[in-house]
């Protein structure tokens, strides 16, 4: 990139793609109900509608970072915001729910291939540690963004339109990202760099299987004959890319990097930081609708106050981050949300806003603190020139995370909701009583997750974080 270009169309471009991906994900879920009702979809087929978008972002996130590295970031970028203004398209027009489920893959394929080459453009044209770390804060809280605003346009849409009408706002940003991208971004590579098929082949291969397990399992079990052979076939895969990998001059994955406590604790809590905030956000979505009995427009309304926060913590926590470094922001920020969990798990059905709407704002403030910070630090430490591949990491990371939070604390609360609805006089005090109990649990994991990466830090020693202290950079030369 030459000197006398500004990175900030990068950051925009960049911003506006991931709003797309985040947008998508609450978006569709305010407008499951309208969905099942227009195209009379069953209980147990309406599960995939969003879990087709997150199978295919969580599959295809890890391979698409390194392809963006080898490829082109701005190729791979572009690609993306195409397949997601596809996908919106798709869904606008969808009429069955084959066509819902297509649409939803291909703005999936869209959002993997968006999340992380929109990180390892902002990483690639931020070269310096500090400003680095507030254009990923802004990055980041342009996720909070997309997930508060698409339960308030999909109420939009079903108050005044239908379902389909929500989609239009996807392909609207797609196309703009792509407009910016194209004139204002310039193409990266790794110079010599060549795509690792065999790499890419079996580690989406795992990964698909070990989504499908956790997603379909939750709903029907994890131990009949489909679920265990999904698992077992995920588990010989995922080994065979390790070995693959660890073989390969120039792996898609770096696996070496794991020996770095640093590195694997930001997975880790990446993945954690994903894992309470998408699952406890499920949890309450769906208390607001069952037992609040909101409209999907009043419940985006309500959770700006959770996801507004989350947006200015992330910017917040870029401007902290400068100061005291990502380490302690995460574990503060963590222990904030945990705090924020174990509060939302003591409403009552009859609470009004008021009631809970400090719950919402701590956990939507821990969040946002942990959440920017955990990705910064991962991306500082691989060598510059490889933000493409830890971006497809730690992202991977995140949406596995946020696989496993929806998919546990979603079970814990059906389970539980099962066991209680035959002897409670009222559904709703039964239904408040399950969205407790996932609550509690997902308090717990995150502390736990916390717990983990200190243990993790601690092992590193007095090594200083290569989040904090710039590496010496390799130069990446543009791509002609």
Not at 6 to 26: D, E, I, K, R
Not at 174 to 186: D, E, S
Request: charged share 10%.
């Amino acid at each position: 990139m030459s000197a006398e270009r500004s990175p900030m169309p990068v950051l925009v471009a960049a911003c506006l793609g991931l709003f797309t991906v985040f947008v998508q994900t609450t978006q569709t879920i305010g407008s499951l109900s309208a969905v099942q009702d227009d195209l009379h979809v069953s209980a147990a087929d309406l599960v995939w509608v969003p879990s087709m978008y997150t199978l295919v972002v969580a599959s295809f996130v890890l391979g698409a970072g390194a392809l963006a590295d080898r490829w082109g970031r701005r190729r791979v970028f572009l690609a993306g915001a195409v397949a997601m203004a596809a996908g919106g398209l798709v869904l606008v027009f969808a009429d069955s729910l084959p066509a819902v489920l297509a649409g939803q893959a291909v703005a999936g394929l869209g959002g993997a291939l968006i999340t992380p080459s929109s990180l390892a453009l902002v990483t690639h044209a931020f070269p310096d540690p500090r400003r680095r770390a507030g254009a990923i804060a802004a990055w980041a809280a342009t996720s909070g963004l997309g997930l508060a605003i698409g339960p308030v346009t999909a109420g939009l849409a079903l108050r005044w339109w239908s379902w389909h009408a929500a989609f239009w706002l996807n392909l609207v940003v797609a196309t703009l990202a792509i407009a910016v991208a194209l004139l204002y971004v310039p193409e990266s590579r790794v110079p010599g760099g060549r795509p690792d098929w065999a790499g890419q082949l079996l580690g989406t291969a795992g990964l698909a299987l070990l989504i499908f397990w956790l997603i379909d399992g939750g709903h029907h079990g994890y131990a009949s004959g489909r679920e265990l052979s999904a698992v077992a076939g995920a588990v010989v895969l995922l080994a065979l890319f390790a070995t693959v990998e660890l073989r390969r001059a120039h792996p898609m994955v770096d696996l070496r990097l794991m020996r770095d406590p640093s590195y694997s604790a930001s997975l880790l809590l990446a993945a954690t930081v994903l894992f309470g905030f998408v699952g406890l956000s499920l949890l309450q979505v769906l208390w607001l609708q069952r037992v609040r009995g909101l409209s999907a427009l009043e419940v985006g309304v309500q959770l700006l106050a959770e996801f507004g926060t989350f947006i200015a913590a992330s910017v917040l926590a870029g401007v902290l981050v400068r100061r005291s470094g990502p380490r302690p922001l995460i574990v503060g920020g963590l222990l904030l949300a945990a705090a924020g969990a174990a509060l939302f798990a003591t409403v009552g059905p009859a609470d009004t806003f008021t009631g809970y709407a400090a719950a919402l704002v701590i956990f939507g403030l821990g969040c946002g603190l942990a959440n920017a910070p955990s990705t910064a630090l991962a991306v500082g430490h691989v060598p510059r020139g490889r933000e493409g591949e830890a971006g497809g990491t730690v992202n991977a990371a995140r949406q596995v995370g946020a696989v496993l939070g929806t998919s546990i604390l979603g079970t814990l609360l059906t389970s539980r909701f099962e066991d209680r609805a035959g002897t409670a006089s009222d559904p709703r005090e039964a239904f408040t009583d399950a969205v407790g109990y996932a609550a509690w649990t997902g308090a717990a994991v995150l502390l736990a997750g916390t717990v983990a990466a200190l243990g993790l830090f601690a092992l590193a020693g007095r090594r200083t974080p290569a989040a904090e202290v710039p590496a010496e950079p390799a130069t990446a030369q543009p791509a002609s």
